[in-house]
């Protein structure tokens, strides 16, 4: 038992009689029943339980509580680190497809239940349009310098040849994310409102628990905070297109169900296509090689390319049957 662990329990009336490690998160044992303590940044901790308190005031009660302590503190201080007391859940076994779509309809109903229109300029829109787009652009010029680099080799190596062969792929990935980026910024222009919610923050079956009458939890609202729906959408789908080459009519289906509770303004979709057709990933595999920066073998290089080129691929059906 570390000691730390039962001065913060005492604070909250219990006596552990066991304690099981989970990472972060340890499962105490009580007389009193079974509880999840979790350890944070403490510099985290303020923001967190602000944004808990917001959330049930807008009438949003699908998070695992947080218990208050014996005098009315939601959290313990231990040196660096603060610990919060919830429920212990166990979570149910169900099949991931019916997880899914519980957690995005739980999505949908926590980014409704949050929504608030907020003040954008037209300048600090067209900032962040010009900000993007320039970023997107140096490393489009950055990619045609290395590919001819690549090709001018006598002999090339697995990874320059995988590289040209995706390069004008790549390049095409490029050009529909700012399609789309435009697109946003004509439909937005004489718009000075934007739509934010409270976003989960780090949206992922890990963090979504179902307990024994079926009815679905979220956990770990650490990184919560007030923005736009795709900064929950963007993250959570590029997950889904990690992998093997497929046709992504799932993943359709997926965000077409979080649209049936939570509706995408025109905007909000055209720069939900772009950030998530934007090819990063391929970018940051090919950037990486030349550079030299963290260096793999040849074979781990081109397995990253591929799996970055294959995420691509899988993006580029699904953002186009979103068209």
Not at 184 to 200: C, D, F, L, M, Y
Not at 208 to 228: M, P, W
Not at 238 to 244: K, Q, S
Request: with cysteine; hydrophobic share 35%; glycine share 4%.
């Amino acid at each position: 038992m570390a000691p730390s662990y039962e001065a913060v329990c005492k604070q909250y009336g219990l006596i552990p009689v066991r304690v099981d490690s989970f990472g972060q998160v340890q499962r105490i044992w009580t007389e009193q029943g079974t509880f999840a303590l979790k350890k944070i940044p403490a510099e985290r901790g303020i923001d967190f339980l602000l944004h808990m308190q917001s959330l049930y005031q807008a009438g949003y009660h699908h998070f695992v509580p947080v218990y208050p302590t014996l005098d009315g503190r939601y959290s313990v201080l231990e040196g660096s680190s603060l610990y919060y007391l919830m429920p212990w859940i166990e979570g149910q076994h169900e099949n991931a497809r019916q997880v899914e779509r519980s957690l995005l309809r739980e999505a949908a109903r926590l980014h409704l239940l949050s929504a608030v229109e907020v003040r954008v300029s037209k300048e600090e829109r067209l900032r962040q349009f010009e900000k993007t787009k320039s970023r997107w652009e140096r490393q489009e010029e950055e990619l045609e310098q290395l590919v001819f680099l690549a090709e001018e080799e006598v002999y090339m190596s697995p990874f320059h040849l995988l590289f040209c062969s995706y390069y004008e792929e790549t390049r095409l990935a490029y050009r529909y994310a700012k399609e789309k980026l435009e697109a946003w910024k004509e439909e937005t222009a004489e718009s000075e409102k934007e739509r934010t919610v409270q976003i989960h923050g780090q949206l992922e079956p890990g963090h979504y628990v179902t307990d024994a009458q079926s009815r679905g939890y979220f956990i770990n609202l650490e990184q919560s905070r007030r923005a736009t729906p795709i900064h929950d959408l963007v993250p959570y789908f590029n997950r889904l297109f990690a992998g093997y080459p497929k046709e992504s009519k799932q993943e359709v289906e997926s965000f077409q169900h979080y649209t049936q509770f939570f509706s995408l303004k025109k905007g909000e979709k055209l720069l939900f296509q772009s950030y998530l057709a934007y090819p990063g990933q391929v970018y940051q595999a090919v950037a990486s090689y030349f550079s030299g920066q963290g260096r793999q073998s040849e074979y781990e290089m081109v397995h990253k390319l591929q799996q970055a080129y294959w995420q691509m691929k899988n993006i580029e059906y699904f953002v186009t049957q979103l068209d």
